[in-house]
Nanobody, 123 residues
Framework: QVQLVESGGGLVQAGGSLRLSCAFS????????VAWFRQAPGKEREFVAA????????NYADSVKGRFTISRDNAKNTVYLQMNSLKPEDTAVYYC????????????????WGQGTQVTVSS
């Protein structure tokens, strides 16, 4: 069983930056894909970004391309989401998730989830 713990959320003004962290409870298999999803009030959870643990290839939702960067630190068993040029519409609870196998942008395909961290962007 893998446990994921997110941190780094908070309140920021539009145009500001935040960095989210997702720490794994144990060394992550090289076959894992780690993703960030988010859910705003009254909306469905949506894909934000994903990274392949072994090769480091990445995927992004169109809404965050050029503003968000996903990365990993193998030694720390941690995945990061650097969020720049934040907009009020980025306000949501952000979740880290992991699955074994290839990249997918569908949340139900992920087996392990963190508890979520709130990101609020004020206008």
């Amino acid at each position: 069983q893998v446990q994921l713990v997110e941190s780094g959320g908070g309140l920021v003004q539009a145009g500001g930056s935040l960095r989210l962290s997702c720490a794994f409870s144990r060394r992550t298999s090289s076959s894992y894909v780690v993703a960030w999803f988010r859910q705003a009030p009254g909306k469905e959870r949506e894909f934000v970004a994903a990274i392949n643990w072994s090769g480091g290839s990445t995927n992004y939702a169109d809404s965050v391309k050029g503003r968000f960067t996903i990365s990993r630190d193998n030694a720390k068993n941690t995945v990061y989401l650097q969020m720049n040029s934040l907009k009020p519409e980025d306000t949501a609870v952000y979740y880290c998730a992991a699955r074994s196998g290839r990249y997918m942008a569908v949340d139900v395909k992920y087996d392990y989830w963190g508890q979520g961290t709130q990101v609020t962007v004020s206008s």
